[in-house]
């Protein structure tokens, strides 16, 4: 059974940093590509990054240039470094892995 667990979320003020952690239980992490989404109530789901197993990365326009993902395989860990954090970062972020596996998400709230 693939879990994953995130943590590193916080109360924190604009222009702060958070890292964010997720890490994955079971063999589906060495071959899949791990995204961080962020959800606001009442909004949809959204992509904020994503890695590939080969460490290609992609970024939301929002959160380039501030948002660094980051893997490590030999933790079966993922990261999600956050720079220069905005109000409009507040958001539930979510570590999720190909197959539908997703965490219980960890809160993110950025004061201004």
């Known amino acids: 059974q693939v879990q994953l667990v995130e943590s590193g979320g916080g109360l924190v003020q604009a222009g702060d940093s958070l890292r964010l952690s997720c890490t994955a239980s079971g063999t589906i992490y060495r071959s899949t590509v791990m995204r961080w989404y962020r959800q606001t109530p009442g909004k949809q789901r959204d992509l904020v990054a994503s890695?590939?197993?080969?460490?290609?990365?992609e970024y939301a326009d929002s959160v380039k240039g501030r948002f660094t993902i980051s893997r490590d395989n030999a933790k079966t860990a993922v990261y999600l470094q956050m720079n220069s954090l905005k109000p409009e970062d507040t958001a539930v972020y979510y570590c999720n892995a190909d197959g539908g596996f997703w965490g219980q998400g960890t809160q993110v709230t950025v004061s201004s």
């Open positions: 890695i590939s197993m080969r460490g290609t990365t």
